[in-house]
C-alpha cells in the first residue's frame, strides 16, 4: 500500500495546539492514519468555496484537509470545532 505524505499549513498547526489535550491525541491519531487511507470511512468532500477539500470528524471536532493523489501529499489546512470550522 502507497503511503501519503502529511503536511501541515501554519495555520493548522495553531489550531491543533489550541484543542484540548485530550481529544488533539485523537485528532494526530486520526491525522496519522490519513497517510494509509486518505479518504477513510466517514470522510466528506467539502462543496461550495472549499470544493476540493475533504473533512474527517473526530467527535465535535473537525479536521479540513487537500489530498494530491500525484504527488501523495494530504495537506492538513484547518482544525478547530465543528461550529467555527467552515468561517
Not at 13 to 28: C, E, N, R
Not at 39 to 59: D, H, T, Y
Not at 61 to 87: A, L, Q, T
Request: proline share 3%.
Amino acid at each position: 500500500m502507497v503511503k501519503y505524505t502529511i503536511t501541515f499549513k501554519r495555520e493548522a498547526i495553531k489550531d491543533l495546539k489550541s484543542v484540548p489535550s485530550k481529544i488533539a491525541h485523537k485528532i494526530g491519531a486520526s491525522i496519522t492514519e490519513l497517510a494509509i487511507n486518505p479518504r477513510p470511512s466517514g470522510c466528506k468532500k467539502l462543496v461550495g468555496k472549499q470544493a476540493n477539500f475533504w473533512r474527517i470528524r473526530i467527535g465535535d471536532y473537525r479536521v479540513v484537509y487537500v489530498i494530491d493523489d500525484e504527488i501523495r501529499i494530504v495537506n492538513i489546512r484547518k482544525v478547530g470545532h465543528r461550529k467555527d470550522i467552515y468561517d
